[in-house]
């Protein structure tokens, strides 16, 4: 059986990432949603929040844990790990396509390419990002949950505290 890992930041997990995590799960059994801690990038959500966030959201079959350092090392502690990532358009493909060939070097693993689906292909955390911040609905592209949570983020603070670090 494969172990089916789909590595992102998830800041915010939007309806795209769990129309995708819905989908490889449908393929693969199981599905691990790796949330990618980055010490130096500023984040809306911390990774405990986003992990929490995904594991309420997601159905049985889908467990989110966080990582740090590189994603070649974190799958190498599966079994059979196989990466799955979600392409929106032909940047998202410029960009995975060079970071898959690397993590097939490194650690042997394959990546397997999932097209958003149609209804899904416009959605980016940071748009969901800009649109909270500047008040504005974001209920048609992230499951409530996030929207009530990143609303009440962007309620809670002043204009000038801005996101945080992780
Ligand atoms: O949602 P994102 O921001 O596109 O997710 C990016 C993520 C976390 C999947 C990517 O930055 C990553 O794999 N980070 C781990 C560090 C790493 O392995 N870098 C080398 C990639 S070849």
Redesign the pocket.
């Known amino acids: 059986m494969v172990d089916a890992i789909y590595?992102?930041?998830?800041d915010p997990f939007t309806l795209g990432h769990l129309d995708i995590a819905l989908r490889a799960r449908g393929i693969f059994g199981n599905l691990t949603i790796a949330v990618?801690v980055?010490g130096g990038k500023t984040s809306l959500l911390t990774p405990n929040e986003r992990l929490e966030l995904i594991n309420e959201i997601t159905p049985p079959g889908i467990n989110a844990i966080a990582f740090e350092?590189?994603?070649?090392d974190f799958v190498r502690g599966f079994e059979h790990p196989v990466i799955i990532k979600g392409i929106r358009n032909t940047a998202d493909l410029d960009g995975e396509t060079p970071?898959a060939q690397?993590?097939k070097t490194l650690a042997g693993v394959e990546t397997v390419f999932l097209p958003a689906s149609a209804e899904y292909g416009h959605i980016a955390s940071s748009l969901v990002k800009q649109i909270a911040r500047l008040g504005g609905d974001v209920s048609a592209f992230v499951p409530l949950s996030v929207a009530e949570k990143i609303t009440s983020l962007f309620d809670s603070r002043t204009p000038a505290s801005g996101e945080k670090n992780e």
């Open positions: 590595p992102g930041s998830f990618g980055n350092g590189l994603l070649a970071m690397m993590n």
